[in-house]
Structures are given as structure tokens and as C-alpha cells.
């Protein structure tokens, strides 16, 4: 490994850094890993301050630390050279910051060359594993966004981390929430939280694509959110005649088979310009990838440059997990934690298409649902289409108690809305909760 890729001094500095201040010692301890210390001496003293942290102990005084007989003399040998060129610091978590950020960026530096030597490997040998390389890769790519991603742990009571979310909790703050643009389950749930994953399931031409794309396109043009659409079934020119419908209301078939009379072409125009132009002005995109995507990685590394706040895939049938060597069930298993993992990564909210089984439930449902959010079915037979409404069942839900939607379909002019009879709340005043509040506090403090 080459020298400018290892910097034996920075490893040092971040190990003395967690025993110069508390502020410098939380930051440190919450972001590093043992990927960032290469140096023989590094990733000793590192291992050797995660086991006393990890069996409970406190970290004693650095000069306990250092004397204690438990690290080597070739390490001790590095470390107080460093020690006594350290001098004192004005502002330890600014420093803590600057050097995990170095070591940070030296990590993924380490993981940049093993790829270029996985890639110069195969590229020299007569018998390439061109398969076996691009999966390699793959999961180096993977592992150098890895170390971006917050530390998902919170300690409670002893050893706090004070973690910022708690406040965020306790502050009342409205979150972020991503809205379905159905009014009732959007005041019911507040919407969509961001690294959901919901998976819209019906019967073959059930409306899955059409309830989805209403939902893409209420949050581009309403709330002027950045949406994707992957679609495995549909090509791009489908999508957009689609889109074009709900815009219009002009039937889609007409779209589809390119009858249009003038007054239709020109109403087409203007809606689509308008449409066009609120992404330019409000600076906000809805984006169609429609390819050879066969896997969730594939997705991800194509849609992650552009910071989509809502992603679509139609359909989850359609993506492969080529690592799992088993049945259907399983594989559509991966899939979904995949997806929900890509929920996470990209701090969006990903809708998922699948297929309703002959029973009412997601075919290979337990697989499916495993990983979801949230769940939405819904069977058009006979009277559904009949009635054109559709009765979706909530079957799987994590923020509210699940109740029937019941939507009205035009699916002729590929439009959806809500006719979910209102669900009456109770209020309280401004004066009786500010009472409330005061009499909580009070018996708080007794």
C-alpha cells in the first residue's frame, strides 16, 4: 500500500484526541471505525479502547491508558513522539473533525485502489472472472458508502450519547413528510416518512402503476419534491402518455394510438409546457429511468447522484438477487431488504409495485412484506371496476391504526382520487392545551 495513502501520524492524533476532551472523545468514538486505522500501531491501540469501551469500562486518564503494559513498545515508540509534539489545542472537536475527515478520505482512498488493482487483475488475466470482479467492486462500492452513514446506536442513561434526535423528538417540530396527495391518510399519518418503504400490490391491471404515478406527480407539482419513476415493465415513452392523460384528461387511448384532434393536441402542449416548466422555475425534477436494471444496486448507483426525494420501481418482480442462490420466495426477500436499505442511504421514501396472489395477499407475501413500511392491496374485480372504486386494505402499517382507502379510479385518463369518508377527530383548544401542559409539568416536578 502506498505511504500517501496511510497516515500513521493522523491515527495517532484521533486516538490521543478521544482523551483530550469530552466533546472530541463523543465525536470520535461515534464515527470511527476500524477501517481507518491502517498502521500496525493505530489499529492495535484502536481494538484495545473499543474492548474497554465494549466490556463497560470507563477509558481512564491518557497516562493510565499509555502505562498500564498493554500496548506494545513499538506503538508506545509512535505515540508519545506525537504526544509531545501535540501541544495544547484550542479547540479539540474542531480538531477531532478535521482529523476523522482526513482519515475518512484516506479510507475510501484505501477501497479506490483496491478496485483499480481488482480491475488491472482481470484485465491481465488470459481467463477473466469478469462476473466475479464486477460483484467484488461492487461490494467495495458499497463499503465505501458505508462509512458516510451515521452510526444508527443511541446509548441511554450511562455512557449518553446526548444524540441530537432526541431533541428533535421532544421539539414538537413538524417532520418532513412526504404526502401521498389521499387526503385522508395524509391527515391521518401525517404522509410518508422519509426511508419508508411502501409496497402497492393489486391484481394484474389492478392500477398499481396508475395509483403510483398520482402519487410521483402530486409531489412534483404540489409540493415541488424531486421524484424518480424506475420502470422494469414500461418504457419511457409509455410513461410519459400516461403522465400526459392524467395532466389532460384526455383518455389515454387516444394518447396511446396518437388520435388526437386539434383541440386536444393543443390542450396536450400547453399542459405539458406548464408541467415542464414548474420543475424549471421551482427547481425541482420528475425523472423516468426505464433500462436494463435488474438488480437494487444497479438503481441505486443510477439514481443516487441526483438526491430524489420520492423513487418509484415498477414492478419488484422485475429485480433479481443474484447473490442469493435459492428459491423465488427468497430472493424477492433480499430485494425487499435491499430496497429498504436504499430508503436509508438516499434519505427518500421508495415505493414499490407487486403482485396481488389468487388469495388477497402479496404473492410471496411474507417475503415481500418482510421488509416494508407500509403495505397497500387492493383487488379490481368484477364490482370494484363495475363501481370503478378501489378499496384498499392497509395490511401492514407501522405509524397508524390501518383503515380502509377507498379511492375512485378514471383509470381511462389514468386518474385517482380519495373518497375515504372523513375520520373525525376531536381538538383541544389552544387554552386548554396550554393547561394541559402546566399541569403535566407540575406533577413532573412533585
Excluded at 392524467?246 to 394510438?257: D, G, M, Q
Excluded at 402542449?269 to 437494487?296: D, P, Q, Y
Aim: charged share 30%; aromatic share 6%; proline share 2%.
Amino acid at each position: 500500500m502506498s505511504r500517501q495513502l496511510i497516515s500513521v501520524q493522523g491515527e495517532i492524533r484521533a486516538i490521543l484526541l478521544i482523551f483530550v476532551s469530552k466533546e472530541s472523545a463523543n465525536f470520535l468514538l461515534f464515527h470511527l471505525q476500524r477501517a481507518h486505522f491502517f498502521s500496525r500501531a493505530g489499529g492495535e491501540v484502536y481494538s484495545l479502547i473499543q474492548k474497554t469501551i465494549s466490556e463497560g469500562r470507563d477509558l481512564p486518564s491518557l497516562k493510565v491508558f499509555l502505562g498500564d503494559g498493554a500496548i506494545s513498545k513499538e506503538s508506545l515508540e509512535l505515540i508519545l513522539p506525537a504526544l509531545r509534539d501535540m501541544g495544547s489545542l484550542s479547540n479539540p472537536l474542531a480538531d477531532a473533525e478535521a482529523t476523522y475527515k482526513w482519515l475518512e478520505e484516506l479510507r475510501k482512498l484505501r477501497l479506490l485502489g483496491n478496485i483499480a488493482s481488482q480491475i488491472l487483475t482481470t484485465l491481465e488475466d488470459e481467463a477473466p472472472k469478469t462476473q466475479e470482479t464486477l460483484h467484488k467492486i461492487d461490494s467495495l462500492l458499497v463499503e465505501i458508502k458505508a462509512g458516510e452513514d451515521k452510526d444508527r446506536i443511541i446509548h441511554i442513561g450511562y455512557g449518553s450519547t446526548n444524540d441530537p434526535v432526541v431533541g428533535e423528538i421532544l421539539s414538537g417540530e413538524k417532520k418532513d413528510f412526504i404526502r401521498t396527495g389521499f387526503q385522508t391518510f395524509d391527515e391521518e399519518s401525517g404522509g410518508l416518512l422519509r426511508e419508508d418503504l411502501l409496497i402497492l400490490t393489486s391484481s394484474s391491471s389492478g392500477g398499481k402503476s396508475a395509483v403510483a404515478q398520482n402519487i410521483g406527480v402530486t409531489n412534483y407539482q404540489e409540493d415541488c419534491r424531486n421524484v424518480a419513476v424506475v420502470t422494469l415493465e414500461l418504457g419511457k415513452r409509455q410513461y410519459v402518455e400516461r403522465i400526459v392523460s392524467e395532466l389532460t384528461k384526455i383518455p389515454y387511448r387516444n394518447i396511446r394510438i396518437g388520435d388526437l384532434s386539434l383541440s386536444q393536441q393543443t390542450k396536450a402542449t400547453v399542459a405539458w409546457e406548464k408541467f415542464e416548466g414548474h420543475g424549471k422555475k421551482n427547481k425541482c425534477r420528475l425523472s423516468i429511468f426505464a433500462g436494463n436494471m435488474t438488480t437494487v444496486s444497479d438503481i441505486f448507483y443510477l439514481i443516487r447522484p441526483f438526491r430524489y426525494d420520492l423513487v418509484i420501481v415498477d414492478m419488484i418482480t422485475e429485480l433479481d438477487a443474484p447473490e442469493v442462490d435459492g428459491t423465488q420466495a427468497q430472493k424477492l426477500g433480499m430485494v425487499g431488504w435491499q430496497l429498504k436499505q436504499m430508503a436509508r442511504k438516499l434519505n427518500c421514501v421508495v415505493i414499490a409495485l407487486a403482485q396481488l396472489s389468487e388469495d388477497g395477499d402479496v404473492k410471496y407475501a411474507r417475503a415481500v412484506k418482510e421488509h416494508a413500511d407500509l403495505v397497500w392491496a387492493w383487488d379490481r374485480d368484477g364490482g370494484a371496476r363495475a363501481s370503478k372504486t378501489l378499496t384498499v386494505k392497509q395490511i401492514k402499517t407501522r405509524s397508524v391504526i390501518p383503515f380502509d382507502l377507498l379511492l375512485a379510479e378514471e383509470f381511462e385518463v389514468m386518474s385517482v382520487s380519495d373518497k375515504t369518508p372523513k375520520r373525525i377527530k376531536k381538538k383541544i383548544s389552544r387554552d386548554e392545551d396550554k393547561k394541559l401542559a402546566e399541569e403535566i409539568l407540575g406533577e413532573g416536578n412533585s
